[in-house]
């Protein structure tokens, strides 16, 4: 975290961007952005995409409520825009600065439709001379330490506390897990947490210091979430790459500011910024909106004939408690399964080790098709914890099985291929990212007891 300065030991002023070079690299940059858009759209998706749809995409509709192919498309669209976001945002700050204006005022770049007439004004406004930077940090900040280790250990306090009472906020009061809580608030902290450490002085710090700076709040806050007994370990692990991710952008950000600036950042600046995610979070739990569905299917060759293969999927004695390594990290698993009456509108009970799920039949067609819904579940994990039975609110109606099947097809020499599809919702957004971890949990379920059924059938062959 060596902070050099130049050889004549003087702080060197950023560069600083005119009006007509900023101009004319904003218009190739947007011209570059427009047309890779409309070649993902037409290539990828076989769609058309105009200038109006940056404005009005999709009709306002949430990410949420978009078709899962629409979902991809623009996921696709975002992660290509990164690239140009990281050099408007260090284009913007070179201009800002020419301008003598307040460095802050790059947030305005994430905002829809006011960052184009941002872009007009920053266009023509002519420069000035920047001011002689600054040492030491600016307001009510000036209690903090300056040194290296100081700064980056006062940062990892400071945004990782706020950040884990942010996620308690969150998880705890709102009970609303979604964008706010797994990219906004990464990203927020991983912004603030550089620009507190390169606060101090007017040297710019490496470029590694910041990207492990970035990310210490993170691990601290999650440190933080487990002690208090607000998150299990397994939980905190899936969501450390999304939230690592995210803070590592976000300091690169701050980086870009860090070395962009003609003076510390003003702590109010910092403050709007993290205070936007409460924001952010209360309308995620305003809008309520419902979860997409997702499948999942896993299948397996039995050496048995359908009618060998059915009485097992109808039911079946106690599966062997040897695991697979995901089914040892807390998650739920299937132990047995029993059915009360036969043909539509029989109940089964299939067992886990946290309970039972009450699956009405809907369809009964032998040795072919048995298809149910999910009357009831019981909790789909059981939290890694030093505290015992530790209850977190995700393990409530978040993660929700809707609907399930056990179809079998015959094959040639007596075979049987057996599918068995489980039908779900998530309410944890952003919801590509946890259908990642979900469709993995559920094929390994999946596995478990489709195996145990080609075992059961195999060996009653065989006698």
Not at 17 to 35: E, V
Not at 173 to 192: C, D, E, K, R, S
Not at 209 to 237: D, H, N, Q, W
Not at 246 to 263: E, F, K, P, T, W
């Amino acid at each position: 975290m060596n902070r050099e300065l130049p050889p004549d030991n003087q702080p060197t002023s950023p560069p600083s961007l005119d009006r007509w070079p900023y101009f004319w690299w904003g218009c190739a940059l947007m011209a570059i952005k427009y047309n890779l858009d409309r070649a993902i759209a037409w290539q990828c998706f076989n769609r058309t995409w105009y200038f109006w749809n940056y404005i009005k995409p999709h009709g306002f509709a949430a990410i949420n409520e978009l078709p899962p192919d629409d979902e991809r498309f623009y996921f696709l669209l975002l992660l290509s825009s990164l690239p140009f976001l990281i050099l408007g945002i260090f284009l913007t700050l070179r201009r800002l600065r020419s301008a003598g204006l307040p460095l802050e005022l790059c947030l305005i770049f994430f905002v829809p439709v006011i960052n184009l007439i941002f872009f007009v004004i920053l266009c023509l406004i002519p420069a000035k001379h920047a001011s002689p930077a600054r040492t030491g940090h600016p307001g009510w900040l000036t209690w903090l330490p300056t040194s290296p280790v100081g700064s980056a250990l006062a940062s990892m306090a400071l945004v990782g506390l706020a950040g884990a009472g942010l996620a308690c906020l969150s998880t705890a009061v709102l009970q609303n897990y979604g964008w706010g809580l797994f990219v906004a608030l990464p990203f927020a902290m991983g912004l603030i947490s550089v620009l507190i450490y390169a606060g101090p002085g007017p040297e710019k710090p490496s470029f590694g210091s910041c990207m492990l700076v970035a990310i210490l709040p993170i691990v601290f806050a999650g440190l933080c979430l487990f002690t208090i007994a607000v998150e299990g370990a397994i939980c905190l692990v899936m969501a450390a790459p999304i939230g690592l991710g995210l803070a590592l952008a976000g300091g690169m950000v701050g980086y870009i500011i860090v070395g962009n600036r003609s003076g510390p950042l003003h702590p109010t600046a910092m403050m709007l910024v993290l205070m936007s995610v409460p924001f952010t979070m209360g309308m995620e739990k305003q809008a309520d909106e419902p979860p997409p569905l997702f499948a999942v299917t896993t299948s397996v060759v039995i050496d048995a004939p359908p009618e060998r293969v059915w009485p097992n999927v109808v039911s079946f004695p106690p599966i062997p408690p040897e695991r697979d390594w995901i089914l040892h990290t807390g998650v739920a698993y299937p132990t047995q399964a029993r059915i009360v009456g036969s043909g539509v509108g029989a109940i089964r009970h299939c067992i886990f080790n946290t309970g039972e799920f009450i699956e009405p039949v809907e369809v009964w067609d032998v040795n072919h098709l048995l298809r149910f819904s999910v009357a009831y579940q019981p909790e789909p994990m059981e939290e890694m914890s030093p505290y015992p039975h530790l209850k977190t609110a995700h393990l409530h109606g978040y993660l929700r099985s809707q609907e399930g099947e056990l179809r079998l097809t015959a094959l040639p020499g007596g075979k049987t291929l057996l599918e068995g599809t489980t039908w779900y919702t998530d309410r944890i957004w952003p919801s590509q990212y946890w259908q990642m971890w979900s469709d993995l949990i559920i094929h390994h379920i999946h596995l478990r007891v489709l195996n145990h059924i080609k075992n059961l059938s195999e060996q009653q062959v065989g006698k």
